[in-house]
Nanobody, 125 residues
Framework: QVQLVESGGGLVQAGGSLRLSCVTSARTFSRAFMAWFRQAPGKERESVAAITWNGGSTFYADSVKGRFTISRDIAKNTVYLQMNSLKPEDTAVYYC??????????????????WGQGTQVTVSS
C-alpha cells in the first residue's frame, strides 16, 4: 500500500524555523513529482512548493519564496520542507502529495495521485 507520512510539525514562535519531512513507502516514489500543500482553518488548501523527481527543478508559491526550501533525498524516499522566518499566517495543516507524472499545473490538487495525512504547523505571534 502506497503511503506518505508527514512529520516535523509543531508550535513555533514567529521568526522561527521548522523542517517537515515526508517519507514515502514505495520505491516507485523515487521518480514521482512531489509537493507540499497547506490548509488553514476556514480556507481552501493551497500549494506551497514542489520538486521534480531528481531535485533538478523546484517551484514555490509567492507567499513562501525566499523563506521555504523544498528538497528530497531519493535514497531515503524522503521529501523535506525547510521553513524559515515563519509567520502566523503560515499556520496550517501541511500535506505532502505525490504525482506519478510531471503535472501540467503543479499548484493544482487534481494533479496529484497520493496524499499524506497532514501535520499541523502553528506559528504564534
Amino acid at each position: 500500500q502506497v503511503q506518505l507520512v508527514e512529520s516535523g510539525g509543531g508550535l513555533v514562535q514567529a521568526g522561527g524555523s521548522l523542517r517537515l519531512s515526508c517519507v514515502t513507502s514505495a520505491r516507485t516514489f523515487s521518480r514521482a513529482f512531489m509537493a507540499w500543500f497547506r490548509q488553514a482553518p476556514g480556507k481552501e488548501r493551497e500549494s506551497v512548493a514542489a520538486i521534480t523527481w531528481n531535485g533538478g527543478s523546484t517551484f514555490y508559491a509567492d507567499s513562501v519564496k525566499g523563506r521555504f526550501t523544498i528538497s528530497r533525498d531519493i535514497a531515503k524516499n524522503t521529501v523535506y520542507l525547510q521553513m524559515n522566518s515563519l509567520k502566523p499566517e503560515d499556520t496550517a495543516v501541511y500535506y505532502c502529495a505525490a504525482a506519478k507524472s510531471f503535472p501540467m499545473a503543479w499548484g493544482r490538487e487534481l494533479s496529484y495521485d497520493y496524499w499524506g495525512q497532514g501535520t499541523q504547523v502553528t506559528v504564534s505571534s
